[in-house]
């Protein structure tokens, strides 16, 4: 007769409280972080440069839109084109609502000009206008502003009438040559954006996804 041999599980030390019961493979070695994973690479720390930033926003607000977008090469220049124009116009606040707009009214790519309105930013917005500004005055021949011309503003003349038009016309003072100066660094700026994506995409398409023929124009 085969007589079953009773296989005897593994022995556990239990101690006499509840719950303390401690497994043979369970020790001050297992229990002990430092000895886990000796064996295997330790943690890499997150390194986020601005290098690894830029490389990022390019990834997704460029490449990706002309790699999986339906939009033609040409819809997606224009969307960078209008974004890149509206980008240099002093109108902080509206701008993203501007470039929908016109995206839309012209039928070009969101997903590309919307985040270049980000290239005026609370960093940049300074340098930018006062740019601009100076293009513009340069371009009316107009002289810069003096001492005076700011200390004058500490004494409006009499009146709230006389005051609000004495205000109106210094600020006119400075948006007409800031917004010359702006629209035109805008202009500027949007000729070149237009056709370094529209070549791009085409490029990128092409090499990417040859079977699909020439990509569509």
Known sequence: M???QAIAPKAENCGTERGTCVSPDSGPAAADPSNKGLDTPPRRARIFSFASLWKRLVQQFLLDPMLHSADSPHRLALGAAIGMFVAFTPTIGFQMAIVVLLTCFLRANKAIGVPLVWISNPLTIAPLF???????RCM???APLDESWWLALYAPPEGWWSATWFYWDRTVEIA??????CLLMGLVASIPAYCLVFYLAKGL?????PHRGPAEV
């Open 205 to 209: 398409r092409e090499a990417v996804r």
């Open 176 to 181: 007409w040559p800031l917004w010359l100066g």
């Open 140 to 142: 009316l021949g107009w």
């Open 2 to 4: 085969i007589q079953r």
């Open 130 to 136: 006062y740019v601009g500004y100076t293009i513009g």
